[in-house]
């Protein structure tokens, strides 16, 4: 049975293979099936591999909130890649949104302020074009 819709949030970005996962989402979608995807920001994830913007770079990203720690482990990409990935498996891009924090926002996260000046995430809505 086919889905009519699938959702991938802030994980494309650790897939091996980003435009595999792609083309296999596109198999298991209906037609006109919708596939909702967020990254982080290839702009912010730039910044954080510290490599060329067209590079596609594994990094480590260290954070501490609180006395808590986590290390994320992610791959910079460029924004085409993904672009590119959602073209190749038949898809024709709806919506992108980079979303910007409000003001009530910021008051309850103030590290999210940063935003303000570079986008934190990419949010994508494309549909399949069979």
Same mark, same amino acid.
């Given at each position: 049975s086919l889905a009519n819709l699938a959702i991938a949030s802030l994980s494309l970005m650790n897939m091996d293979d980003m435009p595999g #996962? #792609?083309? =296999? /989402?596109a198999r298991v979608l209906r037609p006109e099936g919708c596939f909702c995807f967020s990254v982080l920001h290839p702009i912010n994830s730039w910044g954080d591999a510290e490599a !060329?913007?067209? =590079? @596609? #770079? *594994?990094? @480590?990203?260290? $954070? =501490? *909130?609180? !006395?808590?720690? /986590? /290390? $994320?482990?992610?791959?910079?990409?460029?924004v085409g890649d993904y672009f590119g990935a959602l073209q190749d498996a038949g898809f024709v891009v709806e919506r992108v949104v980079e979303p910007v924090p409000d003001a009530a926002y910021i008051a309850a996260f103030p590290d999210a302020a940063r935003w303000l000046e570079r986008p934190g995430f990419l949010h994508v809505r494309a549909l399949l074009g069979r």
């Open positions: #996962v #792609v083309s =296999e /989402i !060329g913007y067209f =590079e @596609t #770079v *594994r990094y @480590t990203e260290k $954070l =501490e *909130r609180d !006395g808590a720690r /986590i /290390i $994320l482990h992610d791959t910079h990409r460029p």
